[in-house]
């Protein structure tokens, strides 16, 4: 998993920044039994995905080509042993 790029974009590190906030603000809400502010933590949660998004298409993400995933060998089987006749 080291050798691979899978998130380590301005983009991504943004958008799970703000969405980590949202649920920490939504929890704390949740806690002191506050509706509002848990559902303005949803709404924090929300908006960092959309700006992480937002930041992807200005070119600050993972480009497609590198979306690729790596190809796995075909597993060899063997046959089951039995009675040649």
Known sequence: MAGSS???TPAAW???TIAFIG???????MVMAQPLGFW?????IALGGV????????????PKEAHTL?????VATREPAGVEG
């Open 6 to 8: 899978h998130g380590h």
């Open 14 to 16: 943004t958008g799970v």
């Open 23 to 29: 649920f920490c603000v939504a929890g704390a809400f």
């Open 40 to 44: 303005a933590g949803m709404v924090i």
């Open 51 to 62: 700006v992480g998004g937002v930041m992807r298409a200005m070119g600050l993400g993972m």
């Open 70 to 74: 790596p190809q796995k060998a075909p």
